[in-house]
């Protein structure tokens, strides 16, 4: 299937990644609270909590039924749609969003 996916025309390509926006967000929130839950139990600021990219991957790619280079493809789409906040190898939910 990836090899397939790989050689479809760009806009179906971009079509495919982009139906995965709303349930990667609703992902990276639901990750992200429960980071920011356990940051403020050990006594730190959540401000700090962030989702690694790889684990954001894995959880995308077991959910969704996906494969990991299908769900590193939809968070770099995230990124340079500039609907999550990236720093690193870490990611997390837009200010104001969620």
């Excluded at 397939?4 to 990750?31: D, G, N, R, T």
């Amino acid at each position: 299937m990836n090899g397939h996916f790989q050689k479809q025309p760009e806009h179906k390509q971009s079509q495919q990644v982009q139906s995965f926006y709303e349930p990667a967000l609703k992902m990276l929130e639901k990750i992200y609270q429960a980071k920011c839950g356990n940051l403020n139990r050990r006594g730190y600021p959540a401000d700090n909590a962030a989702v690694t990219k790889e684990e954001l991957a894995q959880q995308m790619a077991y959910c969704f039924r996906i494969t990991n280079w299908l769900a590193h493809q939809v968070i770099t789409s995230l990124i340079k749609a500039e609907k999550v906040q990236s720093f690193g190898g870490y990611v997390k939910p837009k200010d104001g969003e969620g």
